[in-house]
């Protein structure tokens, strides 16, 4: 099994570019997050889905969006980039809501220039 | 929404020695109160988890307290080693269980 996999790894934009964060997991969870790290401030939740079709705001949901049209897949969005978006992005998902185990990926390091 | 407090932000602790990491949370809560470790250039993994009705869980070198009056609970590395060097999260669920609600982090240097 290939856990969680994050897709790009690294990715540079400008301010005002769009892009889309891909997050795959082959365990078949239903549970899928999307969290921010940055240094200091520890990881925060952006959006979350509870199943396919479905999706949720976490804490810094701004300037994202998700969708999970398929249950092993969940999309990140950033409709146009900002230099406050300059962060680390992990997915997890897990096989029930909140849970003791979340699996993360290995994450997407973007920087908004 | 559930706040979390983690301290101290970074430890250094001789090989063999004891790293001790806090949390305090603000809302009572039923799941699980997890930690996890992340090493640079990794994701966080799963250490270690405590239920809310338990003092104390006990893994190898790893122990969580859990005072749930206070809403405080604690990571405790015994005999620690350079290879233990990471930084640690604290978690804590929402009251409903819906996720999870991070600390801000600890680096930990355990020098050889």
């Known amino acids: 099994n290939a856990g969680v996999t994050q897709t790009p790894k690294f990715r540079v934009l400008k301010t005002g570019q769009s892009m889309t964060l891909l997050c795959a997991q082959d365990?078949?969870?239903?549970?899928m997050y999307w969290y921010r790290q940055d240094p200091g401030m520890g990881l925060r939740l952006i959006h979350y889905s509870v199943g396919e079709g479905t999706t949720a705001k976490g804490e810094v949901p701004d300037g994202y969006n998700v969708s999970r049209l398929k249950k092993q897949n969940f999309l990140l969005g950033l409709e146009s980039a900002a230099p406050s978006q300059t962060s680390v992005y992990f997915c997890?998902?897990?096989?029930?809501?909140?849970?003791?185990?979340?699996?993360f990926g290995p994450g997407t390091r973007l920087l908004v220039l | 929404q559930q706040q979390v407090k983690q301290s101290p932000q970074s430890l250094i602790v001789q090989k063999g020695g004891i790293s001790i990491i806090n949390c305090a949370y603000e809302?009572?809560?039923?799941?699980?109160f997890p930690w996890y470790q992340q090493f640079p250039g990794k994701g966080p993994a799963l250490l270690i988890a405590i239920r809310p009705d338990v003092s104390e869980k006990k893994e190898g070198r790893f122990t969580i307290s859990f005072n749930k009056s206070a809403k405080q609970f604690s990571l405790h590395i015994m005999d620690s080693q350079p290879g233990d060097s990471a930084t640690y999260f604290c978690a804590a669920p929402e009251t409903s269980g819906s996720r999870l609600t991070f600390g801000e982090g600890t680096q930990l240097t355990v020098n050889p």
């Open positions: 365990m078949n969870h239903e549970y």
């Open positions: 809302n009572t809560a039923f799941d699980y």
């Open positions: 997890a998902s897990s096989y029930s809501l909140g849970g003791q185990t979340q699996y």
